[in-house]
């Protein structure tokens, strides 16, 4: 089958590079692994939109980004009158997992798109400078391949660039990573995103639990408090099994020291551990971490970013530098082009950028405004 332009990865930025190519006129394919859209965001159960504002608190909140960003936002907004909150000096937007899939399912409703979840075994071949073919299996096991003029890799692993052998940047030593857990059976009490981290970080000092166990977040979810979920911060060579193993720990932790936690159970967690960091797209151009900190502009701007660079050390938990001179920097259209093959883009975390840099480009909003410039630039270079 012929495409114009073929995504891998349904996440914060392969769903506005695949809605961007088909409202475009492109013909598009969308592959997932998944079941369904929504990436990270849908796997770590919710998380504040970042990445959508100017950091700068001390005046009302302005967009970064036009088209889908702010269709996005105002999507939230009909759901959520006031979705807006600070957090220390930046802004960010509430959004829930399931507002946030079910805005990426409207989208994905176009008569140019064709998305197909739940695929195994993506496969590139190249040739003549050029990716493509690519083969994939679908659900019930049959092997398609796919004949795209344009493919953007939003898997936030890599999988097309390490797939096609595209020069890559590996990282030389990853952040920690992320595991979430929703939790019911949650007695009343009004102190307990106090309370959390403070057993948790008791029982690393005793020894009772590893040390990353203290960069834990707590978060009510639920207006009656019954519910909530709980962000935990294993490192990222983690598997889900030894991940899931401490967090049964922590909570036996919690249970104990807090009373409302008696009858505390889990009814949900994230399928894997979520990675902050990992190959992506050496590009272009490799954007980096003076560049964001410089506020840097630049002749291509494809989309800007504002979010500061959030590192998640492993010794130290969150280390943030802010963007210093500038309301935001911008990232140029070739850090989101190959310079391996001509018609290869990534967007989202594959896209080309130094580990500093990545630390603020990753960001939901960042993600999506990078996935919808590189979604245009694809089908302007269809040929
Ligand atoms: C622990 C943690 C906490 C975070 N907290 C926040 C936060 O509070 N706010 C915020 O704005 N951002 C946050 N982020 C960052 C943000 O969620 C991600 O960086 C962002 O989702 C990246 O978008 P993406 O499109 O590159 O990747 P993803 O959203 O991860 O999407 C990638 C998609 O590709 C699919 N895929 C993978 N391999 C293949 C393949 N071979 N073929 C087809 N599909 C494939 C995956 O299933 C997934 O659906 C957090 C990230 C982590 C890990």
Redesign the pocket.
Known sequence: MNYDVMI???????VPAAVAAARRGAKTLL????AAP????TA?LG?????LFENEVSRPPRLLNGGLSEEFFNAVCEADRDPVVTMGRVYVCRCSAALFRSIFERWLDHKNLTFIPR?TG?EAETSGGKIGPLRFRTSDGVQQTVFPKQVID????G?VIRQSGAARIEPAKLPL??FAVRLCGIGPDLLLSVKVPYQLRKAVEAGALPDWCRFTFFSPGHPDGREAVCKFSPPAAFTTDETFAVVQRALAVLRAEIPAFQTLEIIECSPAV???EGVRLKGRYVLTGDDVRAARTFGDAAARGAWPMEYWDAGNGPQYTFVETGPFYEIPLRALRSETFQNLWAA???LSADSAALSSV????T?MAA?EACGRAAVENVI
């Open positions: 891998a990865g349904a996440g914060a930025g392969g592959l997932e692994t998944g929504g990436g990270t965001m770590g998380f504040p939109v970042c990445g695929i993506l939003c898997t936030g692993q999988a990573a992320g979520l990675q902050r989202g975390r594959a990753r960001v939901i909003g993600a996935g």
